[in-house]
């Protein structure tokens, strides 16, 4: 195993089966993390230039939603992350008609069986009871709702997660959390039938985003709101740390031309809330033919 594989491992976030204690959830300093949207979203322009990631994702969530061949009434777009993204575009128009509600993701307000479809792109990340978030979605569903969501994967970052491991690891002997914690697929399959969902489906993406340097990618980061809140983390980087990193980057994954590929894994989850006429999987062994005869 060598050493780039042993520190992508620390990059997973990971949930058991049994029900942790409310502390084992506190991950994330939510307080820091809603300052660094707002101060994202409150430089408007700059905000627009850095939304190339999330508008991709939010395309290919709202696709999944128009492959459903039904008319939704009341649909939750579960995202702006804070009072200014919310209202950062409120003077734009629209073919329906647009609430704009300020929630706390850990703690939904839509009343029991309410919502028709809920859709969440890029907002789950930074929710510390991921599991609790995903019952109360499913709670406010009514039945035969459906649930469609995008979030960052364990594999995202995984070139500047490492380069900057490698360099603690080289100047200060020993090192952080810099980049937050993300989840695999598996959990979110877990995660989802745990949560009540049924006919689930989870797969996984990436998007790889070329930089001239990892300075222009962590500057695009802190514009998207996306920097680290992890309770744990440092509160800066040394210089000559970063530098070295940089270094590091360029050195272990940079392209011919001198740029830096960052990759964006992106895990995209759909799940339904079991109703009366919701199809049951046939029962283990009643299938009439073999898969190695079809095969």
């Not at 590091?248 to 001198?258: A, C, Q, S, T």
């Not at 009643?286 to 079809?294: F, Y």
Request: hydrophobic fraction near 40%.
């Amino acid at each position: 195993m060598n050493a780039t594989t042993t520190l992508r491992r620390l990059a997973h976030r990971t949930y058991s089966t049994v029900a942790p204690t409310p502390m084992a959830f506190q991950v994330f300093d939510r307080h820091v993390k809603k300052l660094q949207k707002d101060r994202a979203a409150a430089q408007k322009d700059q905000s627009r230039v850095v939304d190339y990631l999330k508008d991709e994702v939010a395309a290919r969530v709202s696709d999944r939603l128009l492959d459903i061949k039904r008319e939704f009434g009341t649909v939750v777009d579960l995202g702006a992350g804070c009072e200014q993204a919310l209202n950062r575009d409120a003077d734009q128009t629209y073919e329906v008609d647009v609430e704009r509600r300020q929630v706390d993701e850990e703690y939904l307000p839509f009343e029991e069986n309410s919502l028709e479809a809920v859709v969440s792109s890029l907002s789950l990340n930074w929710v510390n009871d991921l599991p609790g978030a995903l019952i109360q979605i499913r709670q406010s569903l009514k039945p035969d709702g459906v649930f469609i969501g995008a979030m960052f994967g364990g594999d995202t970052l995984f070139e500047l997660r490492t380069s900057i491991q490698l360099a603690e690891v080289e100047r200060e002997s020993g090192i952080s959390p810099r980049v937050s914690p993300m989840t695999d697929s598996s959990d979110i399959s877990r995660l989802l039938s745990r949560a009540g969902f049924t006919l689930t489906t989870v797969d996984v993406d990436e998007i790889q985003v070329n930089y001239p340097s990892a300075f222009e990618l962590m500057d695009d980061l802190k514009a998207m709101g996306e920097s680290n809140a992890v309770l744990s983390r440092r509160p800066f980087l040394k210089r000559d740390t970063l530098l070295a990193a940089a270094s590091i980057y360029k050195e272990l994954h940079g392209n011919e031309d001198g740029t830096i590929p960052a990759t964006f894994q992106v895990i995209y989850m759909i799940g339904w809330k079991p109703s009366e006429s919701t199809p049951l999987p046939k029962k283990r062994g009643s299938a009439n033919a073999s898969l190695k005869d079809v095969l």
